[in-house]
Structures are given as structure tokens and as C-alpha cells.
């Protein structure tokens, strides 16, 4: 058996930053610049998965080379290796899957977009049952939620509606993060069943977009030329508050280079709007950037929505079969009542851990004992 340095260079290099930024963190220079304790804080809760995992191993890794070597001479220790390799095993894996690069994103807040597709009046119903979902589902994991915008109709559905998600724990570590965990809804979202303006009966078949995109931080600076943006400013529609119908409130901003539109009218004030306005199209924006950079080094995650068409679809919602069906990790459940009750942890983890046996097969593996080795250590123990 070989040393951690030697069989964990990416490890070692983790532990050193790990150490750097922990001396940091408690420089007065840090404590002062929240944006960048925070940026610090965020990745050493990354690198302690690491730490920890790494220390877990290297204790066991450090025992099994004694037992091994007592063992030679004292037939007692035989039984302990036994022990020992079986968890050393599993410690190696468990370091090898958190040393696999996570997305940078993964403890951000989120931004979600719901937008009605095909489907009329029943995919605007269908986009309200999708935002009960997320809320239900955010209440349940102890986060914040703001409907920053929503255009209702008369019905109850929506016609589009933007959902911002917030982690209100600074501790929590990036796999538990919100964009972790919800990154993946992005995509439509296809619906069957009877609608309530059906009166035939029959089973309709509509779909609902999906928008997932990281939230861009307060004092995150990302630079937009004025003169690129036009901002329309009109009279808010549907159920508003005092002054919310009767003031041109409500503002429009085009992104004139990417065509990106986000209109915000929730606000009471065109100050409130246009702010909210801005940070969501500065979100959009830096996504994708960072989308046209993944795709460039052939890493891009699980395709979002294209267009709100049927042909796009990344799930099903089955209501007459009670069945919900994720198409891009197969998974396949018949407690669709319980998902739009929030309970989504099972169809959430079968696309992570997609996601993360994609991510494996694309990283070499630092620590895997060749065949060979592990039969002449077994050898060495019976011997």
C-alpha cells in the first residue's frame, strides 16, 4: 500500500487550501468583506467534505498497513485485516465520489421560472400545481421562498410566474444546497389528465417550462451596458395591491444582444420592478455564460427547456395512474399525489446521482487498486 500523498495528489492539494482558507477566514481583512467571506465560506464547506473524507480513509488506510504487517508474523491479525479492507473500501469510494469536481453553483440560491406551454388554459393550471410543488417542497427542506412575479389568470393558473429559493442556513454543505438539488428541474414538464374545463371526459395531454437558474449575489458585480438594455415601463394587470393597477409600475426589460426578456409587475413601485427586473435578468445572463462555456468543454449538464413544446419533455406527471416519470434517469413512481405534496427527494436524487455517475465516468480515478494488487494483498494475508 502506498501513502495518501502518493495515491491522493488532488486530496493533498485540497487539505492545503482547506488550511489556507481557514487562516483567512479568521483575518479582520475577511471579516469585514462580507462578499468575500462568503465566496470563502462557501468553498471551504466544499473542501471539508473533502478533509473529512480524506482523514477518514487515511486512519483506516494507516491501520491496514500495520494489521497487514503484524499479521506476517501473528495469524490474530488476519481476522482484523478482514475487517479492515471491507471499510477501507468503502472509505476510498466515498473520497473518490467527493473528489470528483462539483459545479461551482451548487450551494447558490435559485431563480425558477414557470412558464405555461402547450396545452391552453390547462397548462396554465398544470404551472400552478408546479408552484405549489416547489414551495411545498422548499418548506419541507426549511427554505425561504418569494414569488418575485406572477401572471394569473382568471382560473387560478398561471401564466408565468418567477420563484426565487433561499437557503437561510450559511453552514449547509454545497450537495445540500439549493441549486444541488433543484438544478435539474429545468425542462418541460408534461401533464395527462382530465382537465376541469373538459366535460367529455377525456384525457388531455398539455406542458409547462421549467427555468432553473443560480441567483446572483447583491454585490456580485457583472457589468451591462445601458444602452444594450430597453426598459418599457406600463400598467400592471390581474389581482394587484393599491396603486398596483392604476400606475405604469410594472416594467419591461429587453436585453437587446441575447433577446432575454423579464418583466416584473408584483412591486408596488417602478423602482422595486425594475430592481428586481435587473437582478433576475444579471442571473439569466451569468447563466448563460456559463452554459455557453460548459457546452464549449463538452460538460454540460442535463439540457433545460429549449422551447415549451411537448417534444422537449424531461418528466411526466401520469394523474389517472398516479404515476410520476423522470425520462433522463428512468425513474418511475406511483405516488404522484405525494410529489405535488412536495415529497420530491426520490425523483430529485435519481437525476443527481445521474448526474454524479456521469460526472465519475468522465474523472480518473485516483485511488483505485489495480486487480492485481488486490489479489496479492490477499495472498500476503493468507500467507
Given at each position: ?165 433561499r437557503n437561510t ?72 395591491g393599491q396603486c ?15 433577446g432575454i426578456v ?122
Amino acid at each position: 500500500m502506498t501513502s495518501g500523498d502518493e495515491q491522493f495528489p488532488a486530496a493533498q492539494k485540497a487539505l492545503e487550501e482547506f488550511a489556507d482558507i481557514e487562516e483567512q477566514l479568521q483575518s479582520p481583512d475577511v471579516l469585514v468583506n462580507q462578499s468575500l467571506a462568503r465566496k470563502l465560506g462557501k468553498r471551504y464547506s466544499a473542501l471539508k467534505q473533502v478533509v473529512n473524507a480524506y482523514k477518514a480513509w487515511k486512519t483506516l488506510n494507516d491501520d491496514c498497513v500495520v494489521a497487514l504487517e503484524l499479521a506476517k508474523t501473528d495469524p490474530d491479525f488476519e481476522a482484523e485485516v478482514n475487517v479492515i479492507i471491507p471499510k477501507l473500501n468503502e472509505a476510498r469510494t466515498l473520497l473518490n465520489n467527493v473528489l470528483v469536481p462539483r459545479d461551482e453553483n451548487d450551494a447558490s440560491d435559485i431563480i425558477v421560472e414557470i412558464k405555461a406551454g402547450a396545452g391552453g388554459e390547462e397548462s396554465t393550471l398544470f404551472a400552478g400545481d408546479l408552484l405549489r410543488m416547489y414551495l411545498k417542497y422548499a418548506e419541507k427542506r426549511g427554505w425561504k421562498t418569494q414569488i418575485m412575479q406572477a401572471t394569473e389568470t382568471d382560473i387560478g393558473g398561471y401564466k408565468d410566474v418567477t420563484l426565487a429559493i433561499r437557503n437561510t442556513n450559511p453552514e449547509v454543505a454545497p450537495a445540500d444546497g439549493v441549486w444541488a438539488n433543484l438544478k435539474f428541474e429545468g425542462g418541460v414538464h408534461r401533464v395527462q389528465r382530465i382537465p376541469v374545463t373538459e366535460s367529455s371526459g377525456r384525457i388531455h395531454t398539455s406542458a409547462t417550462g421549467v427555468y432553473v437558474y443560480p441567483e446572483v449575489e447583491e454585490d456580485e458585480e457583472i457589468e451591462i451596458d445601458h444602452n444594450d438594455l430597453r426598459i418599457d415601463v406600463f400598467r400592471a394587470g390581474g389581482p394587484g395591491g393599491q396603486c398596483v393597477n392604476t400606475t405604469d409600475s410594472a416594467v419591461r426589460i429587453t436585453h437587446l444582444p441575447t433577446g432575454i426578456v423579464v418583466s416584473m409587475q408584483n412591486e408596488k413601485s417602478q423602482i422595486q420592478n425594475r430592481a428586481a427586473a435587473l437582478k433576475v435578468l444579471k442571473s439569466r445572463l451569468i447563466a448563460k455564460k456559463q452554459e455557453e462555456e460548459a457546452a464549449k468543454n463538452s460538460d454540460m449538464r442535463l439540457n433545460q427547456v429549449r422551447t415549451a413544446d411537448r417534444s422537449e419533455r424531461i418528466r411526466t406527471y401520469n394523474f389517472p395512474e398516479n404515476r410520476i416519470a423522470d425520462h433522463r434517469s428512468n425513474f418511475k413512481a406511483y405516488n404522484l399525489d405525494q410529489v405535488l405534496d412536495g415529497d420530491l427527494d426520490a425523483v430529485i436524487n435519481s437525476c443527481i446521482e445521474l448526474d454524479e455517475k456521469t460526472r465519475l465516468n468522465k474523472c480518473v480515478s485516483w485511488t483505485r487498486i489495480p486487480p492485481q494488487q488486490e489479489k496479492q494483498t490477499t495472498r500476503a494475508v493468507k500467507n
